[in-house]
């Protein structure tokens, strides 16, 4: 009987230091693949007869059982060759993978990915997600960032909400600039700082490198009101698509 159960569990240990675990006695087969942080599992290996899963036959097979995001997804996979409804956990959408070489391992693995990231931490999910654009505000009564940025090409700044190394961040100066006037990229996240006066709260800070400066002139807030459908700059927020290219 072929199988990629060495093939998942190398790749789980490289990928996600996560080693299989035998948790029944009774089930010598049945390994678990479980989160470092949360102890979920993201993966469970079984092999039992096929006549068990619905098939022809009586001869032992494997499968990888995985949750996947939503139930739409879940009906259109089971109708394919080699995909079934998660065998002894179908609820939540997971679903049971033939081990035998009719998915290929490639496959596999990918909805391996996806199940991992389905039952995975915020936190977790967090380091996980493509690098993201924010525009962030600074206001000049509080700082003076353009004199930091004539000093240094990188600076500390207040830890934005949901920004992580990695991510880009266009600056924002506030009345009487009210422009856009920096892209740096952020070097450093999480970095313990308390601060509490009036209006500024601070509990950590991120490390911000410069990599651009902008004319007043090219992205004033008229301008992105007008053309980009910014209202506002109160907090770190998303870039549309359309800023993104023309900031570029």
């Known amino acids: 009987m072929s199988s990629y159960r060495e093939d998942i569990y190398a790749y789980a240990k490289k990928k996600y230091e996560a080693e299989p675990e035998y948790l029944w006695q009774r089930y010598p087969g049945y390994a678990v693949l479980r989160h470092k942080d949360n102890a979920k599992w993201f993966g469970l290996i079984m092999d039992l007869p096929a006549e068990r899963l619905g098939l022809p036959g009586s ?28 065998y002894h956990i179908s609820h939540g959408n997971w679903i049971s993978i033939l081990l035998d070489g009719t998915v290929p391992i490639d496959e596999v693995l990918r909805w391996l990915d996806e199940s991992y990231l389905n039952t995975a931490s915020n936190a977790e999910k967090q380091k ?35 920004i992580k190394a990695g991510d880009t961040v266009y600056m924002y100066l506030g009345a ?50 007008r053309e980009f459908g910014i209202h506002a700059v109160r907090g770190p927020r998303g870039v549309p698509p359309a800023l993104s290219e023309a900031l570029k």
Not at 189 to 208: A, C, Q, R, W, Y
């Open 128 to 162: 996980m997600r493509p690098p993201k654009e924010w525009i962030v505000p600074s206001n000049p009564k509080y700082y003076d960032i353009q004199a930091a940025f004539r000093d240094a090409k990188e600076i500390d700044w207040k830890q934005g909400k949901g």
């Open 176 to 225: 009487p600039v009210s422009a856009i006037l920096y892209k740096c990229e952020v070097t450093k996240t999480n970095i313990p700082f308390k601060f509490d006066e009036g209006n500024v709260h601070i509990t950590s800070l991120m490390k911000i490198r410069l990599l651009k400066q902008y004319s007043p002139e090219q992205f004033p807030f008229e301008k992105l009101k």
């Open 59 to 86: 001869e032992i097979v494997e499968i990888l059982n995985v949750k996947l995001s939503d139930a739409m997804l879940t009906d259109m996979l089971v109708q394919q060759e080699g995909f079934l409804r998660g």
